[in-house]
């Protein structure tokens, strides 16, 4: 019988602790001849973990059978492959792993079919040893010390008082949503029976599949059109993950309930680990806003000026400091008392400690006065950086001939440039509406759109009167509140018979969001978004594009998801005409996109066929979209001070 050398790949986005641990635990099987390797793949900026193998076919057969039932799928793997080879290239020496920090599980396909199945005599039992994930060992004493009857129990109880507080893990879980919120906040929801998903949710067999990764993150989607229970426009929906919720949600699941309501305490997350919010953008799933500590290797394709760095939200503090071989970051969740709103009068400026100078130097004094454009800059700093191994560079390199979008929802969203001399340029800002609907309808009455408002006014006075009583802040995000006017204007407002009188900015833009995610039509019709030329850069006549919506609703198009849908796909052809524009003036060889505001799927999609087409767009696979990205960018940025 011959033997065959044959490679087993699993190329990921970001590292993958378990990977790492599953091939040293292969690395035992000292009958197959094996070898393990990682390799940084430089012209995709992909991790590739490998096992290699030498042996019989039958064996080889049975090798593959193992990995595939053992090599849980991560959110971050993005291909496997397995291929014949010549020679290996692994060692035969263990990887190091700090003790228990490379198992992120608390469950895998080995005890979870034991402990979650209601079926099998080890249900419910949450100290199930299970010596393949370690689960057993990431137990805390509250959780250990649970039986099978105390979880039972805790299962009746949500059924009786339709509330479960779950402090071991920091959450409450809910049968219904709840009318005690004071302000709106898209509700999460915890899935009970996967079977019954697509009943549910509109998800996509990507979106599936990442719910079921081993990171078990929170995407957002819509619900079922006309369901009878989910009747907000958007919801995060995640699986359990941890063997607490694994057992609990079984047994609810047994008695009828498909899915629950969770919050969670905002100021004491030592209990469990927040979220992971994801977003699909550039063909990658990337973190909206990291809120756990790690880190990346240090870049090498830019001068980095700054040892150290922070920024801040209004909840949280990033900390980023540089090493010899690192970029390390430390988020800290701030207390209640000291979050505050963050506007855009206000902005935030990364807090530097260096004096060294840079190109970019003088980048925050250009455009108008008070136009601050370091975010953006950070954030394009941040996207571009890479790491290679085999690069090394004698003199200091700069971002030169680059752009970004950069849409956030609580700082200014803008298009900058940097130019091949590395001088930075505010080529575009999405300005703030007024404060109240009513002073949105003064300017259109002051603006060339006054005839279409009174036509308007007269043939729409529910939708008119609704404008006038909206209440808009700084807070909202600009992008936020022109998708909420939006929203009114197209006749998506709150019916009349539900207690609606305070119309939220947030909930307005998540619903002209879900109906642009409903629409199942390729053709729209085109909103105009026209600039405005001020005196350093340009900004958008949002008179004329709310104007050009109210005509085609004057024109009777009744069909609000194709409207909600032309207004994306028109403003992301219109960024694509900008983007075009600026090429010819400076050349543009790398596009960055950052900002929370793509997380808004609809956004992330049309930009991506509208600009990637022309511009492939950039984001920094091993960050998040706002947030560390922003800290770590600073310490590539000089920014004069006071």
């Known amino acids: 019988m011959s033997m065959h050398n044959i490679r087993f790949d699993f190329i990921c986005q970001r590292p993958v602790p378990l990977y790492k641990h599953l091939c040293n635990e292969y690395l035992q099987r000292t009958e197959l001849a094996i070898s393990i390797g990682i390799e940084h793949q430089q012209n995709n900026d992909t991790i590739c ?17 193992d990995i595939a039932n053992d090599f849980l799928l991560s959110v971050w793997l993005q291909k496997t492959e ?44 949450i100290n199930l040893v299970c010596e393949h994930c370690k689960g057993h060992y990431k137990l805390s004493r509250e959780l250990k010390s649970l039986t099978h009857l105390d979880i039972a129990a805790m299962a009746n109880n949500l059924l009786s008082e339709k509330t479960l507080a779950l402090p071991m893990l920091g959450i409450t879980l809910a049968l219904s949503a709840g009318n005690k919120q004071t302000q709106y906040r898209r509700p999460r929801i915890l899935v009970c029976n996967p079977n019954s998903l697509n009943s549910q949710f509109c998800v996509t067999d990507s979106q599936v599949l990442a719910l079921s990764s081993i990171e078990k993150p929170l995407l957002r989607v819509r619900p ?22 694994v057992i609990l949600t079984e047994m609810l699941r047994q008695k009828g309930v498909h899915w629950l309501y969770v919050n969670q305490d905002e100021v004491d997350n030592t209990k469990m680990n ?21 880190n990346i290797p240090l870049p090498n394709n830019l001068t980095c000026l700054h040892d150290e760095n922070n920024y801040k939200t209004s909840k949280y503090k990033f900390l980023v400091k540089s090493t010899k071989h690192l970029l390390e970051w430390h988020v800290v969740t701030l207390p209640k008392l000291s979050q505050v709103t963050i506007s855009q009068t206000q902005p935030t400026k990364t807090m530097l400690d260096s004096e060294r100078h840079s190109p970019l130097e003088h980048a925050i004094d250009k455009g108008e006065p008070g136009k601050d454009i370091s975010n953006s800059l950070c954030a394009l700093s941040a996207g571009l950086l890479r790491h290679n191994i085999n690069e090394h560079h004698a003199k200091a390199l700069f971002v030169k001939n680059a752009a970004i979008l950069y849409f956030n ?31 949105v309808c003064h300017k259109l009455s002051d603006s060339p759109q006054k005839n279409v408002l009174d036509k308007f006014k007269q043939l729409h006075p529910r939708e008119y009167n609704q404008l006038l009583d909206l209440q808009l802040s700084p807070s ?21 018979d539900k207690h609606s009188k305070q ?32 005196m350093a850069h340009r900004s958008l006549n949002w008179c004329k594009t709310l104007g050009s919506l109210m005509s085609f609703k004057l024109a009777g198009d009744a069909n609000l998801a194709k409207l909600a849908f032309a207004f994306h796909d028109s403003f992301a052809d219109y960024l694509s005409h900008w ?18 505001e793509f997380a808004n799927p609809v956004l992330a999609e049309r930009v991506q066929l509208r600009i990637g087409k022309n511009f492939p767009l950039v984001v920094n696979p091993l960050l998040d979209l706002d947030g560390v990205n922003i800290a770590i960018g600073g310490l590539y940025l000089k920014q004069r001070r006071g």
């Open 49 to 65: 973990y490998f096992i290699e193998a030498c042996a019989q076919q039958a064996e080889l057969e049975a090798l593959a059978d």
């Open 82 to 125: 397995i291929k014949r080879i010549n020679h290996k290239t692994g060692q035969t020496k263990p990887f190091e792993v700090k003790q228990h920090q490379g198992l992120p599980l608390y469950f895998c396909q080995h005890c979870q079919p034991q402990l979650g199945d209601n079926q099998h005599p080890h249900f419910g039992d």
């Open 224 to 245: 079922c059109s006309d369901h009878p229970s989910l009747h907000a426009p958007l919801y995060e929906i995640q699986f359990a993950e941890n063997r607490l919720l």
């Open 274 to 294: 927040l979220p992971l919010r994801l977003a699909s953008i550039s063909h990658y799933w990337l973190p909206i806003t990291t809120l756990t500590d790690g």
């Open 409 to 439: 929802k609580h700082h200014p969203s803008q298009i900058v440039t940097v130019d091949g001399h590395s001088e930075a340029e505010l080529f575009f800002e999405l300005p703030m509406l007024p404060s109240t609907g009513y002073e």
């Open 476 to 496: 909202d995000g600009a992008l936020s509140q022109l998708m909420a006017v939006a929203a009114l204007i197209i006749g998506a407002g709150p019916n009349q």
């Open 503 to 534: 119309m939220c900015v947030s909930a307005m833009a998540d619903k002209f969001i879900a109906l642009a995610m409903s629409y199942q039509g390729n053709n729209a019709p085109r909103i105009d978004f026209p600039l405005t030329k001020g």
């Open 579 to 596: 983007i075009e524009h600026v090429d010819q003036n400076i050349g543009i060889k790398q596009l960055v996109v950052a900002g929370n």
